[in-house]
């Protein structure tokens, strides 16, 4: 037989004999595994073990069968005590017995597992395992379990007051505070609503924040008035709330109150702001200069 051919078949042979085993293997520690599990289980679909079948919970390494009381049923699941008191019944504590829940008058039952099983019905609430009916007083209505002010009115301890909404003011969405709020143009101060003092190049904004009012355009406010803004030479107007109301055209740098040219040396350019300046690849900035990284390296 030629020497290729006995290598083959050695190989195929080791081959074979290496996929017995394996399978040999998965068999003997499937019987295994299967011997190791107690009666009324089932091997687990995912990550290997066993696990009780639905009516049986597991207690030291068996399972045991699992009874639900009288008004209770199985849950079907495998932790936890295995069963829950029917609709209309809670656990008495500390024992393994479902007892009847037994809403107030102007009650009814509820389907959640916590708190007392019952709750009142709407007019009512609450108080020390009673319904009590809720007391809307006039011009009021009833709201979840209590009550609120119809529009016009706010609550004043177990009433419902007139709100008294001044001159220049209208009624607000607010259930809180006032209850109103001022016009355009005005300001509350105290119950009024007093109208907001516009310097000369100044005009009304909407913010209810700040002063009410704002500069024009070339203006900035100083001392509650309008103040000319002055331009140096080389900028420009702009709008902003933390600057002095200019800017330094592009190549010009800001220096106090001036604009001074920006000095570009050679194989330089200005850079993306404008007030500085980057060298030119292939030089690299030196002592205020653009020198090349070779002849720097050759030094």
């Keep these: 037989m ?25 068999i003997a520690m499937a019987e295994d595994t299967a011997a190791n599990i107690p009666e009324n289980a089932s091997e687990r679909n995912y990550g290997g073990g066993w696990e009780c079948d639905p009516g049986f919970m597991e207690s030291r390494g ?18 936890g005590k295995g069963w829950e008191c029917s609709f209309g019944y809670r656990q008495e504590s500390r024992s393994s017995t479902c007892v009847p829940v037994t809403p107030p008058t102007n009650a009814h039952l509820t389907d959640s597992a916590y708190g007392s099983g019952w709750q009142c019905d709407r007019g009512f609430r609450e108080r020390r395992d009673t319904c009590v009916e809720v007391t809307i007083p006039e011009n009021g209505y009833l709201q979840d379990d209590t009550w609120a002010c119809d529009r016009e009115f706010q609550r004043h301890g177990n009433s419902c007051v007139p709100i008294q909404v001044p001159e220049n003011g209208y009624l607000s969405d607010s259930r809180s505070g006032k209850g109103w709020d001022c016009a355009y143009g005005f300001r509350p101060k105290g119950t009024t609503c007093a109208p907001i003092p516009v310097p000369r190049n100044g005009f009304l904004t909407s913010s209810p924040y700040g002063k ?3 500069c024009d355009r070339g203006y900035e406010a100083i001392n509650e008035k309008c103040a000319a803004i002055k331009v140096p030479a ?8 933390y600057r002095t109301g200019w800017a330094c055209e592009r190549g010009y740098r800001r220096e ?3 604009c001074l040219a920006v000095r570009v040396p050679a194989n330089a350019h200005l850079d993306y702001a ?6 030119n ?3 690299i900035e030196e002592h205020n200069q653009c020198v090349l990284q070779i002849a720097r390296n050759q030094r």
Aim: overall charge negative; some cysteine; proline content about 5%.
């Design 256 to 258: 106090l109150d001036r």
């Design 234 to 241: 080389h900028a420009y107007l702009e709008v902003s709330s």
């Design 62 to 79: 068996s399972c045991d069968t699992v009874t639900a009381p009288e008004n209770g049923y199985l849950t079907g699941k495998s932790y």
């Design 281 to 283: 690849a292939p030089f």
């Design 274 to 279: 404008g007030d500085g300046w980057d060298c």
């Design 212 to 214: 009410g009012w704002d």
């Design 2 to 26: 030629p020497t290729a051919v006995r290598i083959r078949t050695c190989a195929f042979y080791v081959l074979t004999c290496t996929v017995m085993l394996f399978y040999g293997s998965l």
